[in-house]
């Protein structure tokens, strides 16, 4: 499926050593008051790694970790790469039915929790024929392993180790927006790899910091605390987002990069501690353009406003299986170019090809395909949908785009959120586009619902800046006066939010549910 690369192979734990051999008194990790420097990360890497092999875990054991961010966490992470085991991160917002079905398909040998997941843990794994070990980050209970008695062990036989760039090291699973989620396995050589192809791109330098408050059940947190690492830095990990505390750790800890959605930026530059703020450190934002706005301009001058005179905004385009770079407007074009995805990282081939595995010319829309040796290795146990993942020799993401005269790539939509209506095909991204330019509008998402007459109908879902501000008849009238009349909704609901996964993508399954239940 993947190209062998010559040459001995770069791994996770490499980079560790590496920046306890040359930055040993430099900070890496920051979690509240805690600062580890890289000897303290290595040392509780190590202390890790004994405790897991005193517990049975070796090389390709599974380990599920159910819990809020952590250093901790994140140092659980490395010390299983180090050992070529494999860490999943499991969502803690999902039902005890949803974390059965994952651990089930993935098998751990433990499962690490804290005391607030822990009952959803235990009900988790109450069905599982094999049930996993639980390890409890918290206080001592009669009977639990906590994670300090862990750390403590030492183990009887040598702890293991990763020994090829196609060991796996996660298992991240999918959404689950159709379907059953999908467990999507990475090896080292595609994390290691697909970040030597982005750092020239973004123009990270060394000892630089990242603010990660993206949960690490998430591809996104575990991508761009990796790019930082390689270049000796440190990550200050929050365990949740609050807008406020974001504020106040950029400036405490003269934080230098952050990827940032834009509900979780808007918040940022409406809390009550950006006017007072000094954010002269930032250097990147880091962007995902999955919503219809151009929010991030705004926000770029928010935060000029507040001394980040330096500050570049970068929109990185990527999916869980495909990585996190596949393409990325690099700073020196996002201002001029915002809602552009821009051009294919070094080391990765994309194509937009047609229904028949054709490129479509130039301009033209197709599915954006990629090839690149930093690409997932499959799905866990799900051998048919690999195989469908990956025809022709592509990986298929399922999103529609077209490249324009200046190699720029644009994502149009999602496959799957192609609206049928009339016999006519309608995209949802250009109408959202359109509705996110009326003043009245803070955001929005646009989808097909069935309808007896039309096959479907457009229905969008709209966030105003403040209530009554547009009425449904005026939104309508606005978009039909600025594209085709058949392409303006039908239907429009005011809502206060919309949900949203972590990486800023809105949950318009949930959203049809919430108005089928409503109908009915």
């Known amino acids: 499926m993947q190209p062998e690369i010559a040459g001995l192979p770069y791994l996770l734990g490499d980079v560790v050593a590496d920046n306890i051999r040359w930055a040993p008194d430099e900070p890496a990790l920051i979690f509240g008051d805690r600062v580890r420097s890289w000897t303290e990360f290595g040392a509780d890497m190590a202390r890790i790694q004994q405790g897991l092999t005193a517990l049975g875990i070796g090389h390709g054991s599974r380990v599920a970790m159910l819990d809020r961010n952590s250093d901790e966490y994140v140092l659980l992470g490395y ?251 690099r700073p020196e074009e996002s201002l001029d170019q915002p809602l552009s995805i821009g051009r294919p990282v070094p080391g990765t081939q994309v194509a937009l090809l047609d229904e028949h595995m054709n490129e479509v010319p130039q301009g033209e829309l197709g599915e954006i395909c990629i090839r690149s040796p930093a690409l997932m290795s499959g799905y866990l146990n799900r051998p048919e949908a690999t195989r469908e993942a990956f025809a022709g020799g592509w990986l298929h993401t399922g999103d529609l785009g077209r490249i324009d005269e200046k190699g720029l790539v644009h994502l149009v939509d999602r496959k799957k959120d192609m609206i049928r209506s009339g016999g006519e095909n309608i995209f949802a991204k250009e109408v959202e586009l359109t509705l996110i330019s009326h003043p009245a509008v803070r955001d929005c998402a646009v989808f097909g619902l069935p309808d007896d007459d039309y096959g479907e109908r457009v229905v969008a879902a709209i966030v105003p800046e403040s209530a009554g501000a547009a009425s449904a008849e005026d939104l309508i009238a606005y978009v039909r006066g600025k594209i085709a009349g058949f392409k303006a909704p039908r239907q429009i609901v005011f809502m206060d939010e919309l949900p949203k996964t972590p990486a800023g993508k809105i949950k318009k399954h949930e959203i049809k549910k919430k108005l089928a239940e409503a109908a009915a």
Request: hydrophobic share 45%; proline share 6%.
């Open 79 to 329: 010390a299983l790469a180090g050992m070529g085991a494999v860490l999943v991160p499991v969502n803690m917002w999902l039902r005890a039915s949803e974390i059965s079905y994952i651990l089930n398909n993935c098998q751990p040998r433990l499962v690490v929790t804290s005391s607030e997941f822990h009952a959803l843990a235990l009900e988790a794994i109450e069905p599982l024929a094999d049930r996993p070990q639980i390890v409890l980050r918290g206080p001592e209970q009669d009977g639990v392993v906590t994670f300090a008695q862990m750390m403590a062990m030492t183990a009887d036989r040598p702890v293991s180790s990763a020994t090829s760039w196609d060991d796996p090291h996660l298992v991240l699973y999918t959404s689950g927006t159709t379907g059953r989620p999908k467990g999507a396995i990475i090896s080292h050589r595609r994390t290691v790899l697909d970040a030597l192809n982005a750092l020239p791109v973004f123009g990270i330098k060394r000892s630089e910091r990242f603010f990660c408050y993206m949960p690490l059940f998430h591809t996104g947190a575990w991508d761009y605390l990796k790019l930082y690492f390689m270049q000796r830095g440190a990550a200050y990990i929050a365990e949740r987002f609050e807008p406020e505390s974001a504020v106040q750790a950029i400036e405490k800890h003269a934080l230098n990069g952050m990827f940032g959605v834009p509900l979780v930026l808007r918040q940022m530059v409406e809390s009550k501690a950006w006017p007072t703020s000094d954010m002269s450190s930032m250097k990147l934002i880091a962007y995902a353009n999955y919503d219809p706005s151009t929010l991030i301009l705004k926000v770029v001058e928010a935060f000029r406003e507040r001394g980040a005179a330096r500050i570049g905004i970068a929109n990185a385009y990527g999916l869980t299986e495909g990585g996190p770079y596949i393409c990325i407007n």
